[in-house]
Structure formats: structure tokens, C-alpha cells
């Protein structure tokens, strides 16, 4: 079993950028059935919206809440990632950032991930590369060659759709390829013990 989880910044409902999201892990969901014929896929969505609330807290206190956690839980156990945020003025989104600023340091060491980005113009284009990727290399995740960037234009008219799906199979074929070729060794979340209640720690002084 592969499993790729997909991490979704989105801001609105619907969205873009869950929509670039979906077909990048079709992309790659058949790129690894063609690339190791039998394998199963599992697909795991990771929508970054529901918990920006946790993800702030868990800045201010390092603590992560049970959707957080959750979230994290999915990234640190999956054999590949595909991350995708929206671009506004030319960078990523402050949600998709806070996300990576919370996961463990390692969570993504050795981790193919496959980058990609949406925005209103072309002229955003150039973030995956001066703002998304330098994060991805400093937290050693093996980065696929090809990223993704869809502008508006790109679900628009044919031509532009069709180039948007030709970047799309590629980048999904070369996270094939880096999952084949991933020296990822398996993760496990560490699973804390039950606390003790309140009533047992006190044991018998009551008495």
C-alpha cells in the first residue's frame, strides 16, 4: 500500500486550489499504479481551512489540538505528500506556512512531496520556486522536479487547459518515480499512554 497524503491551503469554499489538489493526486495515483503494476493507493486530504484556528494556537502554545494532530499524524505516516497552497503578492500563504512551521522538523525528512500553487496571474508563478521550495529543502523532504502553477487563465480556454493537464501528468510521474526511488524509512506518530486520572495520583491520602 502507497499512501500520499494531499495538504490542501485553500481559503474559500470551493476552491481552486483543492481542485489543483485533486487532479495532481489523480495524476499521481495513476502514474504509481502504471509505475508498480499492483500496488493500491490510498489517497489521505489534509484541508488546512477547518484547523487554521488550531494551527495558530499551536503556535502560541506548542500544543497541537486533535485536528492538528491528526493532520500532522497523516503527513508523518504517508509515503509522499502533495502540498499545494494559493500565491498572494508573490508568496505563499501564511496558513500553508504556519502548517509547515508547526509539523516536527523531521516529519518530512527524505519525504517526496510534489509542490504546487495557484494564483490570479501568471506573474505569481516563480513562488513555488522562491518561497515554497527553500522551506521544503530546509526541512530535507525529497522535492520533485516539476511543481505546478495554475493561474486563472489555466482553467480557462482550451489551449490552457490542456497545458495545465500536460504539467499535471508530469509532475504526477515524477512523484511516481521519487516514490520508487524513496529511501523514506517507515514513520510511526508516537502514541502517548493514557494519563492517570486525577483519583488514582491522590490514592489514599484521602483517607
Not at 496558513?95 to 509539523?103: E, I, N, P, R
Not at 500553487?117 to 513555488?128: F, M, V
Amino acid at each position: 500500500m502507497t499512501t500520499i497524503a494531499v495538504v490542501s491551503a485553500g481559503l474559500s469554499e470551493p476552491s481552486s486550489t483543492r481542485l489543483l489538489a485533486d487532479r495532481l493526486a489523480s495524476a499521481a495515483v495513476t502514474a504509481v499504479e502504471a509505475d508498480q503494476p499492483g500496488t493500491a493507493v490510498d489517497v489521505r486530504h489534509v484541508e488546512l481551512r477547518p484547523i487554521a484556528h488550531e494551527i495558530v494556537d499551536a503556535m502560541l502554545t506548542g500544543f497541537a489540538a486533535p485536528g492538528l494532530a491528526a493532520a500532522q499524524a497523516t503527513v508523518l505516516e504517508a509515503d509522499a505528500v502533495v502540498f499545494v497552497t494559493p500565491v498572494f503578492t508573490a508568496g505563499v500563504s501564511g496558513l500553508a506556512k504556519s502548517f509547515l512551521d508547526v509539523l516536527d522538523k523531521d516529519a518530512v525528512a527524505d519525504l517526496p512531496v510534489l509542490l504546487a500553487a495557484t494564483g490570479g496571474t501568471a506573474r505569481h508563478s516563480l513562488a513555488i520556486d522562491h518561497a515554497l521550495r527553500p522551506v521544503f529543502a530546509y526541512l530535507r523532504a525529497a522535492v520533485v522536479p516539476t511543481g505546478v502553477f495554475a493561474a486563472t487563465d489555466d482553467w480557462g480556454s482550451p489551449e490552457d487547459a490542456a497545458a495545465l493537464d500536460a504539467r499535471i501528468r508530469r509532475a504526477g510521474v515524477d512523484l511516481a518515480w521519487a516514490i520508487r526511488a524513496s529511501r523514506r524509512a517507515p514513520q510511526q506518530v508516537d502514541v502517548l499512554a493514557a494519563p492517570t486520572d486525577f483519583a488514582s495520583l491522590l490514592g489514599g491520602l484521602g483517607h
